[in-house]
């Protein structure tokens, strides 16, 4: 029987659980040890085992776990991705500006706000209600592959958004890769195993995210820059 105290301390479990996720894979911040988190983790699993009625998609035990696919789908993007364009010399870039004065219908200087390109792979994410129900890569723009069992296993995306006043349907694109550090230590383990290593963190990224089987990717040090 599933009691009101039962399903107040499941909520518990779930606000803690995401909490912690959220200080060690985002802030790199952790508050709490590891046996403890993994104290909490292992109470939510056994109440869900037992009232597996009561497993939600945005549980934290959720993030691996369904069965490998037989292929991806495809979906259409409801806003097309478009792709960036690429500047190779001064004349390209003051071409740039122009073209952005023209669209803005201004005259005069323009402050810009630069960074270095994440060399990885961009993914399209939507929540409706603040829980996440798609991952997507680009693809051509206008369809891409269906990833959402993959993208559920990094853990610094977050399966229901924390806070409030979110919009029902929100759509979140960025960039998924993989950092120097994470790259050079997965291409040591390929190699301990026997098997071959990546050319680069991109192709590794890429591989990654199109992997079947979710318990590939989630044993992968990808991350995520949202912009």
């Known amino acids: 029987m599933v009691t009101k105290a039962l399903r107040a301390e ?31 983790m292992a109470r939510l699993v056994e109440i869900e085992q037992l009232h597996p009625e009561l497993i939600s998609a945005d549980s934290p ?103 409030r006043g979110y919009p029902k349907v929100l759509e979140v694109r960025g960039e998924i890769y993989i950092p120097k550090q994470g790259f050079e230590q997965l291409n040591k383990t390929m190699l301990a195993e026997g098997g071959k290593p990546f050319a680069n963190p991109r192709n590794a990224a890429a591989g990654s995210l199109r992997q079947l089987d979710s318990t590939i990717t989630a044993q992968r040090p990808l991350e995520m820059c949202s912009y």
């Open 61 to 163: 035990s959720q993030r691996v776990g369904a069965k490998p696919l037989d292929s991806f789908s495809q979906v259409e993007h409801e806003v097309p991705m478009l792709s960036l364009d690429n500047v190779f010399d001064e004349a390209g870039l003051f071409d740039f500006n122009r073209k952005v004065q023209e669209k803005l219908d201004i005259s005069g200087d323009i402050d810009y706000v630069c960074e270095p390109k994440l060399d990885g792979i961009a993914v399209s994410l939507l929540y409706r209600n603040g829980l996440l129900v798609r991952g997507a890569t680009r693809g051509d723009g206008r369809i891409g592959e269906d990833i959402t069992q993959n993208v559920r296993t990094i853990r610094s995306i977050p399966l229901s958004l924390i806070g």
């Open 10 to 40: 499941l909520k518990q479990l779930h606000d803690e659980l995401n909490q912690y996720n959220y200080q060690y894979y985002v802030l790199d911040d952790p508050t709490v040890p590891d046996v403890e988190y993994d104290r909490l």
